[in-house]
C-alpha cells in the first residue's frame, strides 16, 4: 500500500504523533467539539461523514464527546487471554502471546492487565472513519461498485517500516484523538449514507476485534455487510470465530519470505500464510494484497513461490494485487516500484496459472480490469477506484458463462 492519491488505504494524514512508548502512558484525550474535530483529528474532511458522527448544527450531537482513557465506554473485558499466577495475563489473539504483568499492556498497545483481568481500551473508540469506495480496500469481487463506511482504532500487532498510516497504527489509543461510536450507531451510520457494508481497516482490526465482532452483529441486523482489511497476524480460534461473523477478510501479505517478515514487519510468515487457508476453509470471500518494496521482497523467486503457493493452498480463483510501494513511514529511502517489476509479478503469476492477478497504485493500467479467465473478455471495467461497465450476470460471464469467482450482491 502506499501514500499516492491512488494509495489503496491511506486515511486522511494528522500532526505528527508522539511514536509508542514502552511503558503505559497515563495522560487523557482532549475532549473536542465539532470544529476542532474537523481541523485536527484523522476522520475525514467529507462533510456528510463529520455531520453524521457529531450531528447538524441545528440539532443535539449525535454521538459523546472523545472518551478518556479510563471511561468505562470503550473499556471491555478482552475474549482471548489466559490467566496467570500472580495476576499475569497471557493474550491468545495473535501469535505473538504476550505475558502482561498487572498495570502493563500487550505489544499492540491496546489491551491492558488490569488486576489479573485482560480488558480492551479500544472498544468502540475511532480514529479515523471515511465512506470509501470498495475497490480501495482493495476488493474487487466483493461487492463491485459500492461504498463502505471504513473505520480503524489506534494501535497494530506488527510494526511494518513501510506503513503508510503510521500515524494510527504505531500509537497507543490515548495519544492519537478518537470519538465514542458505539456498534449500534456504527451501523446506523453505514445504512444512513447507503454503504453496502462496514470495513474495518486502515490499522489493524485484529486489535480492536471485541468492537469489530460486535459492530459486525449489528451490522448484519440492518442488512449491512462487514469486510476486513487485515495483516492476518491472528491466531486460528479466534480467526474462525470471526470468519462466522464477517463476509470478507482481505489480507495484506507481506512477503514471501521469514527474512522479510522478521526484519521488516516485527512478525512471522507462515501464522499468515495459515490465516489466508483458515479464511478460505472457512469459506469466506478472501483476496490477498502484495506490496511490492523495491530491493526487499521484489525476486522473480519469491513472485513465483507465492503464486505457486496461492494455487496450491487456496486455488487460482482467489484474487492477488501486487501493489506499487511508495516511499513511507521507515523505508523513505526507497524509490517507487518500478511498474516493471510490477508487470514482471504478474506475468509470474498468470504463467503459474492464477485466474485474478492484478496491479495495484497505478491508475489506468489494463491490470486494474477484470478478465474473464476463459474468454479473456473485460467483465468489470475499473478506472483507478472507479467501476464501469459490468459484465457479470449471477455469477457468470454474460459472454461466455463461465463462472466468476466473488460475492456480486
Known sequence: MSS???????????????????????????????????????????????????????????????????????????????????????CKLCPRECVIDDKERGYCGVRENRGGTYYTLVHSRVVTAHIDPMEKKPFFYFMPGSTTFSIATAGCNVNCKMCQNWEISQVRPEQVRSTYVPPARLAELAR???????????????????????AADAAHALGVKSAVVSGGYVQADPLKKLCARVDAIKVDLKAYSEKFYKEVVNGELKPVLDAIVTIRKEGRWNE?????????????????????????????????????????????????????????AKAIADGEGLHYVYIGNVPGHPAEKTYCP????????RMGFTVGDVHIRNGKCKFCQEPIAGVWT
Not at 64 to 72: F, I, K, L, N
Not at 194 to 202: D, F, H, L
Not at 307 to 336: C, I, M, Q, T
Open 4 to 90: 499516492s492519491p491512488q494509495a489503496a488505504e491511506a486515511p486522511v494524514r494528522t500532526p505528527a504523533l508522539q511514536a509508542k512508548t514502552p511503558v503505559i502512558d497515563r495522560r487523557y484525550s482532549a475532549a473536542l467539539d465539532r470544529r476542532d474535530f474537523l481541523k485536527t483529528a484523522p476522520l475525514p474532511c467529507l462533510a456528510a461523514c463529520a455531520s453524521a458522527l457529531f450531528g447538524t448544527s441545528a440539532g443535539a450531537s449525535l454521538l459523546a464527546a472523545p472518551a478518556r482513557e479510563d471511561d468505562a465506554q470503550y473499556i471491555k473485558e478482552a475474549r482471548f487471554y489466559e490467566k496467570l499466577p500472580y495476576k499475569k495475563t497471557k
Open 192 to 214: 444512513q449514507y447507503r454503504c453496502a457494508s462496514i470495513a474495518y481497516t486502515y490499522s489493524e482490526p485484529v486489535i480492536f476485534y471485541e468492537y469489530m465482532v460486535d
Open 288 to 344: 490477498i494484497v502484495y506490496l511490492v518494496v523495491p530491493t526487499l521482497n521484489d525476486s522473480d523467486q519469491e513472485f513465483k513461490g507465492l503464486a505457486r503457493w496461492v494455487k496450491s493452498e487456496v486455488g487460482p480463483d482467489v484474487p492477488l494485487h501486487f501493489s506499487r510501494f511508495h516511499p513511507e513511514y521507515l523505508l523513505k529511502n526507497l524509490p517507487p516500484t518500478p511498474l516493471a517489476t510490477l508487470e514482471r
Open 374 to 381: 476463459r474468454c479473456r473478455k473485460v467483465v468489470v471495467d
